[in-house]
């Protein structure tokens, strides 16, 4: 079929991309958008749960987290593979994407560690 080509020639260009820390292309950015299951560690070393909400448009990144009875929301920017979210605390959130898909981040200046995935 003659639209299955430029469907393969994206995948194999993410797939690239991916491999080589390559920035996505706009088109691709979009599909950060979705629910994520988070895990973290606290700054005094306690764990949680919970799930992120993520909208992603034109490199403005919106997250919603919900963390037991807790809501907390905040919006950053997208740069190629990095994600940086102000958040209400004095330090943002700053996460990597990673070639599978998850996210890990930091937060409380270094002191406490996230990590998203679908």
Do not use: C
């Not at 299955?4 to 292309?25: D, K, M, V």
């Amino acid at each position: 079929m003659p639209t299955a080509h430029p469907t393969r020639r994206a995948a194999l260009a993410l797939s690239l991309a991916a491999t080589f820390g390559l920035a996505l292309p706009a088109s691709a950015q979009s599909r950060l958008s979705g629910t994520y299951g988070v895990q973290g560690r606290n700054p005094n070393g306690s764990a949680y749960s919970g799930t992120v909400r993520v909208t992603e448009q034109s490199g403005v990144v919106s997250m919603a987290w919900q963390v037991g009875s807790q809501t907390y929301t905040g919006t950053g920017t997208f740069d190629g593979q990095i994600v940086r979210v102000n958040w209400g605390d004095s330090h943002p959130v700053v996460y990597v994407l990673m070639s599978d898909g998850s996210w890990h981040g930091t937060w409380s200046n270094g002191l406490a560690l996230e990590k998203l995935s679908r």
